[in-house]
T-cell receptor
Framework: DVKVTQSSRYLVKRTGEKVFLECVQDMDHENMFWYRQDPGLGLRLIYFSYDVKMKEKGDIPEGYSVSREKKERFSLILESASTNQTSMYLC?????????????FGPGTRLTVL | RKEVEQDPGPFNVPEGATVAFNCTYSNSASQSFFWYRQDCRKEPKLLMS???SGNEDGRFTAQLNRASQYISLLIRDSKLSDSATYLC??????????FGTGTRLLVSP
């Protein structure tokens, strides 16, 4: 079974803090993704990575950065958290870049920025 | 216009009913299509891929109409455990998925 884990289920931070969200997958997947999910807006892609040390901007990268130093780990960084970054953050991974390949999601981190 | 549009529901149906969800997408170059299921406060999980010829998995049938840019999901003999939000998902290329906002299904006894 594919397992994608995220470092925290719930996180509360203050405005201006630097926030790290960690994601680890155990199936040697090539691709990893970060999404945020908000009511009425659905899931939106923030950043993704097809390989170690490689990153691509998604649809809403502003205010975020990422790091992929090892194949199994993909980190999302909020350099200076703001209240509009309060959201559910979901990490996903997939094996290859085939169009039909499945993305597997972690359990999500619900981040609240006060 | 949203890239992927779904009726948000909720659809309230009794056990045993048949229910259908529809979805439209705007990018005609989209390559592949999926239905994901998301339970309350859980992560999305793949329910089924959608192929041009239509495909069936037990009580679930998915159809794709590329000409109309329309995807459907039919659930027969609804179970209480089918209560969830169903996400229509379109792959616009190179694993870039675009998600609909979901259709909520409530199956009652």
């Amino acid at each position: 079974d594919v397992k994608v884990t995220q470092s925290s289920r719930y996180l509360v931070k203050r405005t201006g803090e630097k926030v790290f969200l960690e994601c680890v997958q155990d199936m040697d997947h090539e691709n990893m993704f970060w999404y945020r999910q908000d009511p009425g807006l659905g899931l939106r892609l923030i950043y993704f990575s097809y390989d170690v040390k490689m990153k691509e901007k998604g649809d809403i990268p502003e205010g975020y950065s990422v790091s992929r130093e090892k194949k199994e780990r993909f980190s999302l960084i909020l350099e200076s958290a703001s209240t509009n970054q309060t959201s559910m953050y979901l990490c996903a991974s997939s094996l290859v870049r085939a169009e039909t390949d499945t993305q597997y999601f972690g359990p999500g981190t619900r981040l609240t920025v006060l | 216009r949203k890239e992927v549009e779904q009726d948000p529901g909720p659809f309230n149906v009794p056990e045993g009913a048949t229910v259908a969800f529809n979805c439209t997408y705007s990018n005609s170059a989209s390559q592949s299509f999926f239905w994901y299921r998301q339970d309350c406060r859980k992560e999305p999980k793949l329910l089924m891929s959608v192929y041009s010829s239509g495909n069936e998995d037990g009580r679930f049938t998915a159809q794709l109409n590329r000409a109309s840019q329309y995807i459907s999901l039919l659930i027969r003999d609804s179970k209480l455990s089918d209560s969830a939000t169903y996400l229509c998902v379109v792959n616009t290329g190179f694993q870039k998925l675009v998600f609909g906002t979901g259709t909520r299904l409530l199956v009652s006894p």
